[in-house]
């Protein structure tokens, strides 16, 4: 038995047997092209069926794990639709006299190592954001189809270099019972998806990644970070009493749902929860949350057919108030509601000073503002 730590990215034990996935083929040797039209047309085409692969993983995001984290997909079509993305690999096409493969290689290398390099933890995990559309992009130019994450295997324990957004999405959830990768962080797009999930995951095994063995059993601590190799009785006993009690954890959890959020020496304290889409109020009732904190409404920007009119903003928002009986403490990012309006007891301003707050706090009691 041997111990190998990584970051926690998402809670829960798991035990199970190791499958290791082989790296993603790489296009680090560049292949020469004479027609550069030729490629550039191979481009458009798979730019296209990467988009409409993007838009059916995002349905199936939006099913699986809400409006909100299902937004990551909607992100992946805009960069996708991004000139300057697209210009920077046509170039390598035409002045390098590359494929369309090296060019795509090249460009998300040069991506990948912008983001990789930035100071912010949050902004560096959107690495593996530009590896997954350089890899939809691949493989439409390829039509070698790299098959599903879970499609070799029974339930086991999945390891990977750098686990992506649309691996997660596609997964099996029957069959896999935790992630480890190598790289990554607890901040990457997948990690997220993973944490609503419930999916232990642990990121950053780094060079203690190269020691794992294929079909080993494995312990996954996604609380501490902590993986145990091949374990003996004692720690199997261990963990697998530890599995139990977060399981009867979030059972009671579970069926806490329906009473008040009270104090043990009686103060009452209101949950509010924070939601990306109009479609989430439903979720927060589900849940018994007591309202919405924040309605993050940059998001319905990015959500389809979405009416960016003032009427259509303001029928958005009302139906949220309606939904929580006017139950919303603020909205942030309004962009184009021109005046002031009243819904439910709340106001609609399209500006608001610091010492506006006290005045329109005793005439209403949700403050929208722009």
């Not at 002045?95 to 390099?117: G, P």
């Not at 095994?205 to 996604?222: C, M, P, R, T």
């Not at 003996?232 to 261990?238: I, K, T």
């Amino acid at each position: 038995m041997r111990s190998i730590r990584g970051v926690a990215a998402s809670k829960g034990i798991a035990i199970g047997k190791l499958c290791i996935r082989q790296p993603y083929a790489q296009t680090e040797h560049l292949l020469s092209s004479e027609d550069a039209q030729v490629e550039i047309q191979r481009l458009d085409a798979a730019r296209i069926a990467a988009e409409q692969n993007i838009r059916q993983l995002y349905r199936q995001a939006f099913q699986k794990f809400g409006a909100e984290d299902s937004l990551i997909f909607k992100s992946h079509i805009l960069l996708l639709e991004d000139h300057d993305f697209f210009e920077d690999i046509q170039k390598h096409i035409l002045q390098d006299h590359v494929t369309a493969e090296s060019a795509v290689y090249m460009t998300a290398q040069h991506f990948y190592q912008l983001f990789s390099k930035m100071e912010d933890e949050y902004m560096r995990a959107r690495d593996t954001d530009i590896l997954d559309i350089s890899r939809h992009l691949l493989r439409y130019l390829n039509l070698e189809n790299v098959e599903p994450l879970d499609e070799s295997i029974g339930k086991g324990i999945i390891a990977v270099e750098e686990l992506l957004p649309s691996e997660v999405v596609t997964v099996n959830r029957k069959k896999v019972l935790a992630f480890l990768s190598q790289n990554g962080s607890c901040y990457s797009h997948a990690a997220i998806l993973l944490r609503n999930a419930g999916i232990p995951f642990v990121v950053g095994l780094k060079e203690s990644f190269k020691g794992l063995v294929q079909a080993e059993n494995v312990i996954v601590d996604g609380f501490t970070g902590d993986v145990v190799l091949s374990p003996d009785v004692m720690a199997l006993r261990e963990y697998s009493d530890r599995q139990y009690q977060y399981f009867l954890h979030l059972r009671a959890l579970r069926e806490l749902r329906g009473c008040p959020s009270v104090t043990k020496d009686g103060y009452r304290i209101d949950v509010h929860a924070n939601i990306g889409h109009a479609e989430d109020v439903q979720q927060v009732l589900d849940n018994d949350a007591d309202g919405i904190g924040l309605l993050r409404t940059e998001f319905l920007y990015l959500g389809s057919n979405m009416d960016c009119s003032e009427e259509g903003q303001f029928r958005a928002y009302k139906m949220v108030l309606e939904k929580c009986m006017g139950n919303v403490s603020s909205f942030e990012r309004l962009t184009s509601v021109k005046n002031q309006k009243l819904v439910s007891g709340a106001i609609v301003t399209e500006s608001i000073q610091p010492w506006d707050v006290g005045r329109f706090g005793l005439a209403c009691d949700v403050l929208v503002y722009l």
